[in-house]
């Protein structure tokens, strides 16, 4: 992205780099042409790029109802207990207190979807902490 131009996306090439090679791998032109890999690798830097946009308009939406609480993690490794502090989760307590017109505005983004499914994956957290142990044994 461009300070100048904040719709527009850039895609550069460190020539310098040791994944770029004049002899070897996917070519990005031909005839002066893009080829069919460099299209797909531009619409998924694209893609990537409006998915983190929409992600940070949602956050700051949420956090403009002031729905976020910080929260510290005690999760149970092998017996060992590690905190895991700075991270924030949906508070399901303010969500309640919407009043019904907030309420709705937050259904009407298609935003209790994400909100329900993060309430939801809270329960999994040491669930998911031990079975990366278990992975990476």
């Keep these: 992205m461009s300070a100048e131009q904040q719709d527009k996306v850039w895609v550069g090439i460190r020539e310098e780099s040791a994944h770029v090679s004049t002899d070897e791998g996917n070519a990005l032109f ?13 619409e998924s830097i694209i893609k990537n790029f409006e998915q983190e946009q929409m992600s940070k308009a949602i956050i700051a939406f949420l956090a403009q109802k002031e729905l976020f609480s910080p929260q510290s993690l005690t999760v149970d490794i092998k017996g060992e207990k590690r905190g895991i502090n700075g991270i924030y989760f949906i508070d399901e307590a303010k ?25 939801n994956s809270l329960h999994q957290i040491n669930r998911l902490a031990k079975e990366e142990i278990e992975l990476s044994v």
């Design 30 to 42: 031909e005839g002066g042409e893009e080829t069919a890999f460099l299209r797909l690798r531009k």
């Design 95 to 119: 969500l309640n207190q919407l009043s019904s017109d907030e309420f709705l505005d937050i259904k009407q983004r298609g935003l209790l979807a994400p909100i329900y499914s993060h309430l």
